[in-house]
């Protein structure tokens, strides 16, 4: 500790040294410390300590052996792996050690030498080779006094000749091995790009991470990650630099900007420079500036420098694909891949041609349909977006179709486009309200929206690059229309990147308000004056006179909440209707309650009364020019809503607001007040509506956004040419030319787009691509899937979204927070399910807060790949030894409290789990693959690495080895058949707390109540002996048997008591559907299904009997019946049912064609005389004896079934019939 | 016994007397009604759901685990554990009681049933079901509220929808008759969710139902053959109805107000008393009429209704004006243990109280409760009964009134309100009034006083507070106001 701080100060000492002479020399720095330095891997490779030292990882946990010299070590363990591979951010311990003892906690992991995806990466050809290991470059780039190596190596203290203001760095660079080294003294040295913001280098391998260490911004900012590798291994920054921005007066009006990459990881991102930090050689002013690489007494080393300069502000406004920048943009990324995922993003192919191959392999992007855009979108800002729109939506894919064109020229274009649109209708906006602003906003940053979104909360940050942009959407939209929007956006976008996020009730409007929040609503333009009247009216005739108002004020639509009141006013709009064309116009009038139109003091329409809203429409002549309208309006009570609408001559059937102006002439009579506030507000002008469809159709819109009149989809007269024919496509023409030509639309793209668009087209169509493991990942990159997910290693959340992803419940760790690796999920899920979720989302993790979302559409016709690609049968399924109704009761007793515990950490429906809640148990059996869950259960960790869920059958024996020996084949197979019944599954033992059993103690006990699997009519009847039953007094029918406990009537005596109880006990049969007796038509005539009461048998109750057990009596036909039931204890098994029903006949005319079914299933045997095996599976059997004097029964196969058919025999006196039953 | 009984009264009168000087230590509901409270076995779970005395004296009580028990001596000044013995189980949720020839019939969810007791042994043996012609679907709203037998012999059961909204299964929001034979008469629709069900002393038949999809608020409703009570969830089952009660009424338009339905729909029969939510309570209970001749104190053949949220009971007075029943309810007596579920008056003139709070909260803190209320033989100073007249009301007080408070029309005050009738859930009090009370006339006998009321609202509950008024004897009301429901105005 001591001597650490002894060369902290030392360090400062030495820095301030800096500041005041420059570099100093490596001689006065060896001299100072007396440490041992290694500046080649070479020197250092028989040092025992080099040896040891380095990266260790094993499944879920990684160490940074650090090396203090003189076998000392600091040992970095990290849960869930290393730093930027896997680590977990939070578990993390540090333990000082010397060489064998490390050596032993490291014996069972692998040794790893990472290498930076950046590394050797290529300059792109608008970059400058700053140094490539020639003499030449050297001589070129840098300042004199710059050294190299003998192996071509620069080495530490130059400057460089060439300055930069906006740029891209690319840096490898290698830290000498100083293992006595401490602090500031261990490999120092640092870029200062534009000589002005040092980016430090520095052995920092293992340490805490900050701001004076590798990857940290001296003196300003840590690094969001230590990534720094080993000493004496090769590592790379990659910097982006946004230089500050200076007014004409050299004024700063933006700070710097600064992206920075330590091999390969974002650890600053987009960080504001405020300064220069301490040591720069250069004040910051609008001049660019050079590289500077200090000297600070340690041989460091570097090579492969190059520098991109860039245009930050065009950049920042390219065309944002999530999955082009996080996966096609790196070194070694795929370029061609890269291309054809823009080729779709872009939507390309809606105006040039590919051919059928090409077609198939791109995931085209449509553009949002415009249907009734003006019912969506504010007209204002459609009109500022389409004159600019990277502009205003900086990474919009919508290209600028008029960039080449003078301002005037574009207004002439422009205008009359966003008239045609606005034509379909306009928006009405309404206040915001805090409350839902504060749900929106915990929405927002919860269910998942921030996954591809930046989130809003001013602390977190995001790449830019793989951020969606929301920008101005107060601007945009309405409440009304962007919650409509949320509540499905495939009805506007229907390719579904977006994709809809099942938001209930309230949400997206909760949403919609805050990300409206910052909506300035002075801006709104008024076209109504009203007053408002504080009055309880039925009737028009009651209307108020204007004397008697309470307050007055203008609204930009028919907005019956400037009311700011429920019931009980009354409202009067007033303005001047433009009319262009004289003719004949229709007007819809609607409202809850009264309403009224008046059109130059006359009236047009009235909806009068008390009533919920409903229109009323009329038609009346107008001429052309201005008229005077008024619409009457009160609200007595109850819900409150006004609509006008008009159509026309020209006009379709629309809202009326867009032409109503406050005054006669809107023109004059603005204010100067108005005039600034709204001097470039959009006033509608129906004139240039027919313009702007043409130019709509004309100048590409068109190709690209469907808009329907009529139901008929404008077409697009724009052609480009075709990409089918490899040969002749230019790659450095049209939209991929460096300025785009007149008429060619402008995308804004970046380089690296522009490459991989240019690669690709030269690229023949991959062959691989159609395969599914190839698709699945195509998809996965255009659907941002990967932002998500993981899966081959590939996504999943990036470093700084990853705290983004919440959960109601911490200790679950990761698997409680982010969304699940997709490895092998068709070998998991059923392909109905993994369909299920694809189509419709999911939300099966109740403590995952980020919401699976609806994709539908290409994705979930993604399932068969999924499952070609992924879906395994190899697991053992044993042969189980009982029948299934005894396998259930042994998976419930496995699943239960005293032996597995499954229930520890899984709830059970809707019955919480004793610890974490982890996924509910009744979904496994419906959500998962049978053959999958057999080989999960026996090694977790292999399916799910990092998983809670332990392993219960450590080294092929179960923790319970008192159930079938401990075998974890059948024992899985028991829980697995337990489990099928969803969520009719019996509740396992040890979950609820404090049931309230009923005990047949002396006597029976009866429970009449809503029961599973029988009708709601069910009579549960529980035995002293431990045998149960559900008779069914709908179906005059024994329903259900079983053992054990009876029933838990817990569900029922607490609280409401809603849903079906199950049966407590284990070994449920489930028997007769319907009564067993029954007149057939015909002796091969199927039994009847509907319901006995139905058909008319009339349920009379029940008898105690001596024993107070109940007789069930009923009749049908021309007989009473009573079905006596009793339990039968036995010595060596279960207790048996032994049933007595007695017909007795009402008259002495008996029925014919009577008959006794006294069983079905798949198969019934003769076991021996009057004993019958009832096979109701290929596995599960029981028996049943039956005794009718005189009579044999028949076994018959009807509709795939087997029956055990007594044709009863006609007779005038009562007829018993006998029957045991064993199971 | 009587001698005692008159000492006590003294003491009281000694202690009213001076109540009367010291306005801090006004009377309160305990001194006129007090409160015994029944001592359950233990490890019982007596969810009272409803009650009937049987003739060998024991009071029978069902409840909502399927039990039937029998309390020897109800009327007993102690009513101890030992007195219970139970006499079935098993059965669903009984919520109707009603005996003939010494067997009990019960209305379960499901049937309803008569059970005997053949061996004599104080168990029930024979559990018979006398129809099951209504269906259950599984769902917990399913309620079903028996009454008492009518004097055709008729039993009439109220059966609640299947859930707030609709009705999965025949005659769920149905009111339906069960006659002697076991036949099922079909009887009203409009049925939401009831409380309770009973007869007035002329057999008129009443239900309560509650605060919900078109019902405004809790309310008191006159079941009569071929009406139509308000929510329109269950109207599809006139299709199996063969027309016994004519054909389905005209749907009411939600959002609209109740009397504004009931002029334009003949079927529809609209609520004889509002309770105001909240004021009176928020789920109202069971009924029973006051059918023992002054046993119980001055109210005779008045109606007295259950809240189970405030665990109260309430008192209602009903006229019939224009051919329909309305009136007034007041606040009766506060502070039973439990929801107050089913009420049961006996001949002599004691009311029994059952409560639960199981899945709707109420005041009453315990999980149940068995009560009684007994009459002290001391008469309160209440607003007896509230008549309509065409330009006001006339107020008949149990005491004389001072002439001078009860003279000045400051002594009063009046708001007027209704509630929208609409399909969504309750509603708010809507289109307030406040009338002015241009006269308080007292009759010469210092019992009645006549209010003239600018004006009237029809359609509206009308809330009088009268805090001013004093008995001759200079006692304030025991409850200062009154809601009378004023569907429609004498002429």
Known sequence: ?1223 | MYLKFLFSFALLSVFSSSLMADEKKLPTEDDYYPLTTFEVPENVVLEAGAFQLMPNGQLAVSSRRGEIWMIDQPFAKEVKASQFKRFAHGLHEVLGLAEKDGSLFATQRGELTRIQDLDNDGRGDLFQTINDGWEINGDYHEYAFGSKFDKDGNLWVVLCLTGSFSSQVPYRGWCVRITPDGELLPTCSGIRSPGGIAADAEGNMFYTDNQGPWNGTCSLKNLIPGKFMGHPGGNTWYDITNGAIGSKPQEPESGSRFVVEADKIPEYEPPCILFPYKKMGQSASGITCDTSHGKFGPFAKQMFVGDQTNSTVMRCYLEKIKGHFQGACFPFREGFGSGTLPLEMTEQGVMFVGGTNRGWGSRGTKPFAIERLNWSGKVPFEVHEMHALPDGFELIFTEPVDPETAGNTDSYSMTTYTYIYQASYGSPEVDHTEPKITSATVSQDGKSVILKIDKLQRGHVHELHLDGVQSAKKLPLLHKEAYYTLNYIPE
Not at chain 1, 522 to 551: C, G, M, N
Not at chain 1, 1157 to 1171: C, F, H, M, P, S
């Open chain 1, 1 to 1223: 500790m001591l001597r650490t701080v002894k060369l902290c100060t030392l360090s400062l000492f030495c820095l301030a040294f800096c500041h005041i002479a420059g570099d100093i020399t490596p001689a006065v720095a060896a001299d100072e410390s007396k440490n041992s330095v290694f500046i080649t891997p070479k020197e250092a490779a028989e040092n025992s300590d080099f040896k040891i030292q380095g990266e260790y990882k094993k499944e879920g946990q990684g160490i940074q052996v650090v090396a203090l010299g003189k076998d000392d070590f600091q040992c970095v363990i990290y849960g869930g792996g290393l730093p930027g591979a896997g680590w977990d951010l939070k578990t993390k311990r540090v333990i000082e050690l010397d060489g064998d003892t490390v050596l032993d906690l490291v014996e069972d992991h692998e040794k790893v030498d990472r290498k930076s995806p950046t590394m050797g990466a290529k300059p792109p050809a608008s970059a400058v080779m700053m140094f490539d290991g020639t003499k030449k470059s050297v001589e070129e780039h840098w300042k004199p006094g710059a050294r190299v190596t003998d192996d071509g190596l620069l080495m530490e203290g130059l400057t460089s000749i060439d300055t930069f203001g906006d740029c891209s760095i690319h840096i490898e660079f290698r830290l000498p091995f100083m293992p006595e080294a401490r602090g500031q003294g261990r490999a120092n040295s640092g870029i200062y790009v534009q000589g002005r913001y040092e980016c430090q280098m520095l052995d920092s391998f293992g340490l805490e991470g900050k701001h004076n260490e590798c990857g940290g911004i001296y003196t300003t900012k840590d690094p969001d990650l230590n990534m720094c590798f080993p000493p004496l291994s090769w590592q790379t920054y990659d910097i982006d630099i946004r230089s500050a921005r200076f007014d004409d007066a050299s004024q700063k009006t933006e700070n710097a900007r600064i992206t920075v990459r330590l091999n390969g990881v974002i650890v600053q991102n987009d960080v504001e420079l405020p300064k220069p930090t301490p040591g720069s050689q250069i004040k910051e002013d609008p001049s660019p500036g050079p590289i500077h690489l200090q000297n600070h007494g340690n041989p460091v080393r570097y090579r492969n420098i190059w520098v991109q300069p860039r245009d930050f502000t065009s950049l920042t406004s390219r065309p944002i694909v999530p999955g082009f920048e996080r996966f096609h943009t790196g070194p070694n990324a795929d370029l061609a891949a890269g291309g054809n995922l823009l080729l779709g993003e872009l939507n390309c192919t809606a105006c040039h041609q590919v051919d059928g191959q090409r077609k198939q392999q791109i995931l085209t992007k449509q553009a949002p349909r415009l249907n009734d855009v003006g019912k969506r979108i504010d007209a204002n800002y459609l009109l500022k977006f389409i004159a600019d729109p990277h502009a205003i939506k900086p990474g919009t894919t919508m290209p600028n179709l008029f960039a080449d064109l003078s301002s005037e020229e574009q207004r002439k274009v422009i205008e009359p486009i966003t008239h045609f649109l606005a034509s379909t209708g306009n928006i009405a906006h309404s206040p915001i309200d805090r409350a839902s602003v504060k749900k929106g906003m915990k929405l927002f940053h919860e269910t998942g929206c921030v996954a591809c979104h930046a989130p809003q909360d001013g602390e977190s940050k995001t790449p830019s690059g793989t951020t969606i942009p929301l920008i101005h959407l107060e601007e945009k939209y309405s409440i009304s229309s962007l919650a409509e929007f949320l509540r499905n956006p495939h009805a506007i976008r229907p390719s579904g990147r977006m994709p809809i996020f099942n938001l209930e009730k309230e949400e997206p409007v909760d949403l919609a308000h805050y990300l409206l929040r910052d909506r300035d609503e002075s801006l709104d333009d008024p076209r109504w004056h009203y007053d408002l009247f504080h009055v309880a009216i039925q009737s028009l005739a009651d209307f108020p006179k204007k004397e008697t108002k309470v307050s007055s004020g203008k609204s930009s639509s028919l907005d019956v909440s400037v009311a700011d009141k429920k019931d009980q006013f009354a409202l009067q709009f007033s303005g001047f209707l433009k009319i262009e064309k004289e003719g004949d116009y229709r007007f819809h009038l609607g409202s809850d309650d009264g309403s009224q139109l008046i059109i130059d003091g006359k009236s047009i329409v009235e909806v009068d009364g008390i009533h919920p809203h409903s229109v009323k429409s009329e038609s009346t002549k107008l001429t052309a020019g201005m008229h005077n309208i008024v619409v009457n309006y009160y609200e007595y009570g109850g819900e409150e809503s006004l609509g006008l609408e008009i159509e026309g001559p020209g006009i379709s059937r629309r809202d009326i607001t867009p032409l109503v102006f406050l005054s006669e002439n809107p023109e004059e009579t603005k204010s100067s007040e108005d005039e600034t506030k709204n001097d470039n507000r959009f006033v509608f002008d129906s004139n240039q509506v027919e313009q702007g469809r043409q130019l709509f159709s004309s100048v590409g819109c068109a190709a690209c956004h469907e808009l329907k009149i009529d139901n008929k989809r404008i077409d697009s007269e724009l052609k480009a040419p075709s990409l089918a024919a490899m040969d002749s496509v230019k790659t450095d023409a049209g939209c991929l030319a460096a300025e785009p030509a007149a008429k060619i639309p402008a995308y804004n793209l970046s380089d690296p787009q522009k490459l991989a668009l240019a690669s690709v087209l030269k690229t023949k169509p991959d062959p691989q691509a159609n395969e599914d493991v190839q698709k699945i990942h195509q998809s996965m990159v255009a659907f941002n899937c990967y932002a998500c997910h993981s899966r081959g290693g590939i996504g999943g959340p990036e470093q700084s979204r990853n705290p983004l992803f919440l959960t109601t419940i911490p200790e679950m760790g990761d698997e409680g927070r982010v969304p699940p690796p997709l490895d092998g999920v068709a070998d998991k899920l059923t392909e109905n399910w993994l369909k299920h979720v694809l189509n419709n989302g999911a939300k099966d993790r109740p403590y995952m807060k980020t919401r699976m979302p609806k994709f539908g559409g290409e994705v979930a016709k993604l399932t068969e790949s999924f499952v070609a690609a992924d879906q395994k049968t190899e697991a053992t399924i044993p042969e189980i030894p009982e029948a299934v109704h005894r396998a259930k009761a042994t998976g419930r007793e496995l699943v239960g409290g005293k032996s597995l515990a499954c229930i520890k950490c899984h709830t059970f429906g809707d019955i919480e789990a004793t610890g974490i809640q982890a996924i509910d148990l009744l979904t496994m059996s419906k959500r998962l693959r049978e053959d999958w869950f057999y080989r999960y259960l026996q090694d977790p960790i292999k399916y799910r690495p990092g998983t809670r869920m332990p392993n219960v059958f450590p080294n092929g024996v179960s923790a319970d080895r008192k159930i079938y020996e401990g075998d974890p084949h059948k024992q899985i197979s028991a829980m697995w058949l337990y489990l099928a019944d969803g969520n009719k599954a019996s509740v396992p033992y040890g979950l609820l707390p404090d049931p309230i059993e009923l005990i047949a103690e002396n006597e029976p006990i009866i429970y009449r109540n809503f029961l599973e699997d029988v009708s709601p009519r069910g009579i549960g009847v529980g035995y002293p002996e431990k045998a149960n039953l559900a008779y069914d007094a709908n179906h005059m029918a024994l329903r259900l048997i079983w053992h054990g406990a009876f029933i838990d009537a817990g569900k029922h005596w607490r609280g409401r008591g809603q849903g079906n109880q199950r049966p407590l006990g284990d070994h449920i049969i489930k028997l007769e559907e319907t009564s067993p007796l029954a007149v057939l038509p015909a002796p091969d005539a199927p039994w009847p299904q509907e319901p006995a009461k139905q058909r008319g048998y009339q349920f009379l109750g029940y008898q105690l009997d001596e024993y107070r057990r109940p007789q069930f009596l009923y009749q049908f036909d021309n007989y009473q019946v009573t079905d006596a039931l009793q339990a039968v204890a036995n010595t060596d098994r279960e207790s048996d049912f032994r049933r007595e029903l007695t017909l007795t006949p009402n008259s002495n005319s008996s029925t014919k064609n009577l008959y006794f079914r006294a069983a079905v299933g798949q198969k019934i045997e003769l076991v021996r005389d009057n004993t019958y095996r009832i096979w109701y599976g290929p596995d599960s059997s029981y028996q049943v004896r039956i005794v009718i004097d005189g009579v044999e029964p028949t076994i018959r196969n009807i509709s795939n079934q087997a029956e055990l058919l007594y044709s009863l025999p006609e007779q005038s006196g009562p007829l018993k019939i006998i029957q045991e039953i064993v199971w």
